[in-house]
């Protein structure tokens, strides 16, 4: 038996708008990009005396942002489709003094039981 309608992968939960997001998978993808940031934070600062090495973690931390940025996005239209809220007030999470308090209340708001407009159940791509 297949189930119906397009399933859950990687790519849908990072790059695409559509569907829902629980709290605990808004979170850990999140918690994801942190941790590559960090990481690559990391090594820079652990070569800092290596030029090549430098420029080479340099360019791992532009393509890691290049690529974070537009999945932080995605990820908070999917989190405020769980709410009920449309998508563009994702932007809020670009505002450097909105972007805590709007990361938290994404975090912690419950998203709505049932069915919403953008899509039948949490953790699920939309129509």
């Known amino acids: 038996m297949t189930p119906e309608g397009p399933q859950p992968s990687m790519i849908w939960l990072f790059f695409s708008p559509s569907g829902r997001i629980g709290r605990l998978p808004f979170f850990l993808s999140w ?7 960090g990481f690559v934070v990391a090594r820079m600062l652990a070569n800092e005396e290596h030029e090549t090495a430098l ?3 340099t360019l791992a ?20 489709h769980d709410i009920g809220y449309p998508g563009p007030l994702s932007l809020c999470l670009f ?4 972007s805590p308090v709007v990361f ?15 899509g039948a159940h949490s953790d699920e791509p939309g129509p």
């Open 104 to 118: 938290i209340a994404l975090c912690l708001w419950p998203g709505e039981p049932g069915p919403n407009e953008f």
């Open 31 to 37: 918690l994801f990009w942190f941790l590559i940031g």
């Open 95 to 98: 505002i450097p003094v909105l």
């Open 55 to 57: 420029a080479l973690w």
């Open 61 to 80: 931390f532009v393509v890691s942002a290049l690529v974070s940025l537009p999945s932080i996005a995605m990820l908070a239209i999917k989190r405020l």
